[in-house]
């Protein structure tokens, strides 16, 4: 008599550090993000659900997004969130995008940027504008996989966990101190579309989970 085989829970994870459960503290005022996006903006609005549920002490001063097409923008009407088209494809380089949205993150006081599926590579412009306050989700376990196409990366290395990564942006692609990682195992039936989105239910608990981190953080500085 053989043993059944030992079942994977497809959605099981592990997250690191452990998020806990989120506390807003009023008397502190709310941290202030600029949110970059460049497609469906499901990062994006999971934030602005977030701390439209009061789980999270920040807000959403504007959202700056590249592609005409982009989605995102549509999720910020929803929330009443102004969005701001800044098409790359009108810029000669990229240190002209970035100086046009550091000037627009400027003009609403933003204080932390974050990339929410951002397509673009930032430059020193917006990095030196916000130094250590730029933030980046990324769909690897990095150092592991940075670059473009990360769950193809992982499927083509076939190894047996992969996962997302919350961190501080660098000049580097995909590098810079880690905030927060997720786990998410690999599935032999796996496909570069589902991996992708078991991938993506974490990233968007790790992304509201390091934003939780710097807003308390910048509680106690403030403190």
Known sequence: MTANPVSVNSNACLISPEIGKSSIAPA???LKLGVLASGSGSNFEVIAQAIQNQQLNAKIPVLIYNNPEAKAAARAEK??????LLNHRDC???????TKIVKTFQEYDVEWVVMAGWMRIVTKVLLDAFPDRVINIH?????SFPGIRAVEQALAAKVK???CTVHIARLEVDSG???MQAAVPVLPEDTAETLHARIQV???KIMLGAIALIAESNQKYCD
């Open 202 to 204: 974490q990233e968007h």
């Open 79 to 84: 929330y009443g969130i102004p969005s701001i």
């Open 92 to 98: 000669k380089s990229r240190e002209e995008l970035d």
């Open 28 to 30: 502190h005022p709310p």
């Open 177 to 179: 101190p880690i905030l």
């Open 139 to 143: 769909p690897s376990l990095l150092p």
């Open 161 to 163: 966990i992969t996962g």
